[in-house]
């Protein structure tokens, strides 16, 4: 076996108490050494008389001083491995502190003195002496603790702003990267170096793609736009892409700079956040009794953790499901201020008792009312139990806080609404007009004089990324099964919205409420889900199967258009909208039924559902929705995920 391997290998084997004195062994040479030298370099003699007058008791005391100093300073306490600049400065004061030392002591006992310069010369040969050793130590150590050359992932950064750097220094320790280069769109940085590595611009991946494994996005800062393009840019030279997390996870303490992940379609999609209106975030909830309903939904949950950062009185989170109400609660906990109170209730917002319980005994001034049944395919085929959530817990809960003087009730709903050809849509068109007739009922009672007592708004808006059902989610499951990709129809095309952005749109819209009102949130652009299928492939380092490339990882099918499924969907029924305080709130003023009129007829739906009489209650759906054409006879899913006809 080659005598340098085993030696380095003993070197990393080494106890700390054997490295420390290995360290001051070093030490011991290098002190009489730097002594020597300064005599040298000063008097161009390595045996001038001056120093064996003055470097005769210098030899020895360097010694006796410097060690002790050292050792007492704290020099071997430091892990060689992370020696840094800061260890260098307090080397370099350490130093200088051990020529005071001498120089005093000469003077003192009135010893012979070498030349004034050769203090400074001392000085500077110790520092660059002890300072070489460590950081040649430190590098040794890093190299050794990487993987194999043939081993090592070849990466370039793409950013050489301070978080670029940050990324390298810590790859450098990790020591299972190769940094080729840095990648910049800044021109001025060109042709520059960060530590030895050159930064270039993004252009040069087209020569030194072959040279690369990964691509590191190191701008965490980045808006969505732009990381956008770059990822496309990028996801052409048919490289993996990984980021660094959010400036949110790294100041926060929750993620590392080199905390590492793909970047995620969430990334991408949406468009760059628009600052809240400060006097829209926070009137009516601040110090106020709030309730959330279906609290452990997706858009229900992140309503609860913001208007938690608003510090109301009391928040009483309802939710028909246990292990979503306990994961929430458990959640809201670690972030609750001492000032607020929390209150998970479990139950059913279709509960009358219940709701009037919580409306009146504990006062509550605003209600955002997020339960609801959401997923198309399963109220397709589960019909009375999609009309008596959506519709049922509307009615309820619109009763109760009539009822209670609520001051606020606001009703998520969505885009399926808008002419539904399903029959979740219609259950939330219906939903939205239990609403408007509820507001146009009290308006009247108002007698005209603008005051409502309880204020009756909703807000509808299409697609959010990340929640349960959607394509997202789906689609990166069966990447990672190995594909198919199961596509409905290839144009299909939705709206894509953030959770967060779109919670703090609707918190900001309940401020904006009049009376009935129909606000709704600007979506964006629209997206073909054909091409954020295919973007999804790419994201994950893979490539599309298709008559273009047999042999890609992943194949795309068309299924057909699901039941009720609509190729894309719209926010506005038969109005205009307006333009509101907020840029991406609008405000419409749609047709409404008399509530007298629709409470009759929501009593008879009611009925048919008690009596499970699923015709009877989609044909008063059909008479109480009429943009909603049925096809057909009901369907039901079997368990091999087909369509069955109910007899």
């Known amino acids: ?38 005599f040298w370099l000063r008097l161009a003699h390595p045996h001038h008389p001056s120093f064996l007058a003055a470097g005769i008791w210098m030899l020895p005391a360097a010694l006796l001083f410097g060690l002790p100093l050292y050792a007492l300073t704290g020099q071997y306490k430091g892990l060689t491995r992370y020696v840094g600049s800061r260890a260098l400065y307090r080397l370099a004061f350490r130093n200088g502190l051990l020529v005071l030392l001498l120089a005093c002591s000469g ?13 400074i010369l ?20 890093l190299s050794l603790r990487s993987v194999a050359p043939k081993q090592m992932i070849r990466v370039a950064i793409y950013g050489a702003g301070e978080a670029g750097a940050q990324l390298a220094a810590a790859l450098r320790l990790a020591g299972n990267h190769q ?48 990381r956008r393009r770059i990822v496309v840019e990028l996801q052409q030279q048919v490289i993996p892409v990984l980021q660094i997390p959010s400036v949110d996870d790294l100041t926060s303490g929750r993620a590392r700079i080199d905390a590492l992940r793909p970047v995620a379609i969430e990334d991408l999609l949406g468009r760059d956040s628009v600052p809240p209106v400060p006097e829209l975030l926070g009137p009516g909830l601040r110090d ?3 309730c959330v309903t279906g609290a452990g939904g997706s858009i229900g949950s992140e309503l609860c953790r913001q208007i938690l950062q608003l510090a109301p009185k009391l928040l009483i989170l309802l939710e028909s499901s246990e292990p979503s109400l306990y994961a929430l609660e458990q959640e809201l906990l670690q ?59 509307t009615r309820v809960v619109c009763q109760a806080a009539v009822a209670a003087g609520v001051s606020e009730l606001v009703l998520i709903s969505t885009d399926k609404a808008v002419r539904p050809t399903n029959v979740m849509g219609a259950s939330k068109r219906l939903a939205e007009l239990v609403v408007q007739a509820s507001a ?122 699901r039941p009720g499924e609509k190729l894309y969907e719209e926010l506005l029924i038969d109005a205009e909208s307006e333009s509101t305080r907020h840029p991406l709130i609008f405000r419409a003023q749609e047709r409404a039924l008399p509530l007298d009129q629709l409470c009759s007829r929501l009593d008879v739906l009611d009925s048919a559902i008690e009596a499970q009489d699923v015709e009877g209650a989609l044909a008063l759906l059909a008479e109480l929705v009429p943009e909603w054409h049925r096809v057909g006879s009901h369907a039901k899913f079997t368990s091999s995920g087909t369509l069955k006809a109910l007899p």
């Open 122 to 141: 001392v000085w500077l040969l110790l520092t660059a002496l002890t300072g070489t050793v460590r950081f040649a130590l430190r590098d040794l150590l």
């Open 288 to 290: 106020a009794v709030v």
């Open 440 to 561: 146009l009922e009290l308006a009247q009672s108002a007698g005209g004089g603008g005051h409502f007592r309880t204020r009756l708004a909703m807000v509808r808006f299409g697609n959010v990324l990340g929640s349960s059902g959607s394509v997202v989610p789906l689609f990166r499951r069966q990447i990672a099964a190995g594909g198919p990709i199961t596509l409905t129809h290839p144009e299909i095309i939705r709206y894509f919205m953030t959770i967060p952005e779109a919670a703090q749109l609707v918190l900001q819209a309940a401020t904006l409420a009049k009376g009935g009102d129909v606000f709704l949130l600007d979506m964006g652009e629209p997206v073909r889900i054909k091409d954020l299928a295919q973007q999804m492939v790419r994201l994950g380092g893979l490539s599309l199967r298709d008559a273009q490339n047999p042999g890609g990882d992943i194949e795309i099918v068309c299924t057909g258009l």
């Open 335 to 393: 972030q609750l201020p001492s000032s607020v109170e929390l209150m998970p209730v479990l139950g059913s917002a279709t509960d009358l008792a219940l709701v009037n319980r919580l409306f009146a005994g504990y006062g509550v001034q605003t209600v955002f009312h997020a339960a609801a049944y959401k997923h198309v395919p399963l109220v397709e085929a589960n019909p009375l139990a999609g009309l008596a959530n959506n519709v049922g817990s």
């Open 179 to 226: 940094i080729i280069t840095f990648l910049d769109d800044s021109p001025s940085l060109w042709l520059r170096t960060i530590n030895d590595i050159p930064i270039q611009p993004p252009q040069v991946l087209n020569e030194i793609q072959d040279q690369l494994d990964q691509v590191l996005l190191a701008i965490p800062s980045l808006p969505r736009s732009e």
């Open 1 to 38: 076996m080659p005598v340098k391997p085993v030696l380095l290998g003993q070197l990393v084997r080494m106890s700390p108490l054997a490295r420390r004195m290995l360290l001051i062994g070093i030490d011991a040479l290098l002190l009489p050494l730097a002594v020597w030298l300064s």
């Open 107 to 119: 003077a003192m006992l009135r010893l012979p003195m070498p030349p004034r310069s050769s203090w």
